[in-house]
């Protein structure tokens, strides 16, 4: 049958190009390095060098979840909000093209390496849009980096993931680890991570499932370390008082992080919280439903550049 994604990637890519984005491959520091599409119109050339020059437009930076690397997250959510605005879509260390010989696996160390990829960008503050895992590395830059950071978008996440919201996903979920999940090695498991992670999840024959097996699930080893370092001790959590405004944006079904969590972490979060929801969404609403999706997450951005003004 041949791999799909021979064909879907580059169609994909072809997409946001169109949509005016273009790959970077950015050198952190020696031995890491951060692979994200950004705008056309910041990439220059100086004698023979790449240059980049700051946005004109709103920045936007959206963080992936950890099924997928960012365009395969979000790429329904460009093509809608590039005109209006300067979208960042990196691919957090170890998936895509993102890599470090480093040891560290925390989400803080993500937050790092976003922020400083952004810097190198000459981003100086952003919205920043975060899902599941992306939402977690989210929070960590927007304690971290809060001049960088003037609004976050967070949806079907956590603060911080502690062992008491582990185990009682482990529970609920019926599964030993987030690898367990996370981290399918057979389509079978492949397929039970879809249906919690959807609402709905479309028939699709057991040869897309495998090629999606082989595609995406690479770096294994890391990868799994991410998770192990992801769950905390609750006595060790960061604390929850943000500068920033938060906006929740939440699938109605979502069997990951559910509704009772969400209305927890909004009162946790407090005054300065919204929580908006998604009718017939799961886990992974922007691309369950993109349309309802993207027509929030708009009035959301317009609130936050509007009051910039």
Do not use: C
């Amino acid at each position: 049958m041949g791999n799909m994604f021979v064909v879907l990637n580059p169609m994909l890519h072809g997409l946001v190009k169109l949509a005016g984005l273009t790959p970077q491959t950015i050198e952190i520091e020696p031995g890491t390095s951060m692979k994200i599409w950004v705008p056309k119109e910041i990439v220059t050339k100086k004698g023979g060098k790449i240059v980049y020059v700051q946005p004109t437009k709103p920045a936007v930076v959206l963080l992936h979840s950890f099924a997928m690397d960012g365009i395969f997250t979000w790429f329904l959510q460009v093509l809608a909000l590039s005109r209006d605005y300067s979208v960042y879509v990196p691919d957090l260390l170890f998936f895509g093209g993102s890599i470090t010989d480093k040891n560290e696996r925390s989400a803080s160390f993500q937050a790092d390496f976003v922020a400083k990829g952004l810097e190198k960008l000459r981003v100086e503050n952003a919205i920043v849009v975060g899902l599941s895992y992306g939402g977690m590395v989210g929070f960590k830059m927007a304690k971290l980096y809060p001049k960088l950071v003037k609004s976050f978008v967070a949806s079907g996440t956590v603060i911080e993931m502690t062992e008491s919201i582990s185990a009682e996903a482990y529970k609920r979920l019926d599964i030993t680890s987030w690898s367990d999940l996370l981290m399918p090695e057979t389509v079978e498991g492949l397929k039970r991570m879809f249906s919690i992670g959807f609402h709905k999840v479309p028939w699709l024959p057991d040869f897309v499932y495998q090629n999606i097996l082989d595609a995406t699930f690479t770096n294994r080893k890391e990868r799994n370390e991410l998770l192990v370092s992801l769950v905390v001790p609750d006595e060790d959590a960061a604390s929850v008082n943000y500068s920033q405004m938060i906006h929740m944006l939440w699938g109605d079904d979502d069997k990951i992080f559910n509704s009772d969590l969400a209305r927890t972490m909004k009162q946790q979060l407090g005054d300065n919280t919204t929580l908006d929801w998604i009718k017939e969404a799961g886990h992974l609403v922007p691309l369950e439903q993109p349309f309802a999706y993207n027509k929030r997450l708009k009035r959301i951005l317009e609130r936050v550049t509007k009051d910039d003004q």
